[in-house]
């Protein structure tokens, strides 16, 4: 158990009292804090009362679905999330400085990259550099590098964050998709496959929008995959990665009135980390792969 001190050194704050802390400021309620967490919704009351009683202070105002903060709890926030950066750093240069030729790193991608960019490389990966193991997370969500859920990431949109290491190693474009026995209709009659609702944001599902002309789409999915899959049994018309469209044999490419986007493709990492040779063998290896089948310039 890790305690900050005052000067006389009578125990002040327990640091995993400020830690519960911050995650409840971070999410706003009791119960997002325990899921955060991974403990139960009392552990986390616990902790935060017991971090008002070291400081004297209300933080919370405690109401019956959430955990809003005083005017003192969002000072405390405010500088306990600064006290969680630095110790983030401190465990970041660790892991850099310490690194040993045997590593194990965490790499994030967009789904599709992961799946059908990165995991088919894993074995040439292997064979260059055996002492070190990847876990790969395919995620529509960008992984939080500042609180260690990776190492390393491919990202679709150029992080805003001052003191991360970023460059940009391919774009991603799309294309439009159908079986030839679908193509062949009338495009009147098409009928689409797109994302799920709350992903109508994403760009390529913006310009699929913008082609339907009154047109259905038909069947939604949260990921690539499974609108693929849809269109490969002959459901509809589907926007893809030219990357994963054109590699598929049973499609052909639609031509579209509307030109198809492009996603610039950003591989991010802290600088710290970087002086690791296990980091820089991992950042060569997704630059090489992912700028091959996204290549910056057509």
């Not at 704050?13 to 119960?31: E, K, M, N, P, Y």
């Not at 590593?103 to 990165?118: M, Q």
């Not at 760009?203 to 995959?225: C, E, M, Y």
């Not at 991010?268 to 290896?285: E, H, K």
């Amino acid at each position: 158990m890790y305690s900050l001190y005052l000067c006389n050194n009578a125990p002040m704050i327990d640091w995993q009292d400020l830690l519960h802390f911050v995650v409840l400021a971070r999410t706003g309620s009791l119960s997002a804090a325990a899921r955060t967490l991974g403990v139960d919704h009392a552990t986390v009351g616990r902790r935060i009362a017991a971090l008002e009683r070291a400081l004297d202070l209300r933080l919370v105002d405690r109401l019956p679905r959430s955990s809003p903060l005083t005017s003192d709890g969002r000072a405390i926030a405010e500088l306990a999330m600064e006290i969680e950066e630095k110790v983030e750093a401190i465990r970041r240069y660790s892991r850099g400085a310490a690194a040993k030729p045997a590593s194990a790193i965490r790499v994030s991608a967009p789904p599709s990259i992961a799946a059908r960019l990165v995991a088919p490389n894993i074995p040439d990966f292997r064979r260059r550099h055996p002492d070190i193991t990847l876990t790969l997370s395919g995620s529509t969500e960008a992984a939080a590098l500042d609180r260690g859920e990776a190492e390393i990431a491919v990202r679709m949109t150029r992080p805003e964050e001052a003191d991360l290491l970023v460059r940009r190693i391919g774009t991603m474009r799309f294309g439009l998709y159908a079986l030839p026995k679908v193509a062949a209709q009338p495009p009147e009659s098409w009928s689409f496959i797109g994302y799920d609702l709350r992903l109508d944001h994403l760009t390529q599902q913006a310009w699929l929008n913008s082609l339907l002309a009154g047109r259905q789409i038909v069947f939604r999915a949260g990921d690539v995959f499974g609108q693929q899959e849809a269109a490969r049994a002959g459901l509809g018309v589907v926007a893809l990665p030219v990357f994963l469209g054109d590699a598929d044999p049973v499609f052909v490419r639609l031509p579209t009135a509307v030109p198809s986007p492009a996603r610039d493709l950003w591989l991010v990492t802290y600088p710290d980390l970087r002086r690791s040779p296990a980091i820089r063998s991992v950042m060569d290896f997704l630059s090489e792969i992912v700028g091959k089948a996204c290549q910056i310039r057509e």
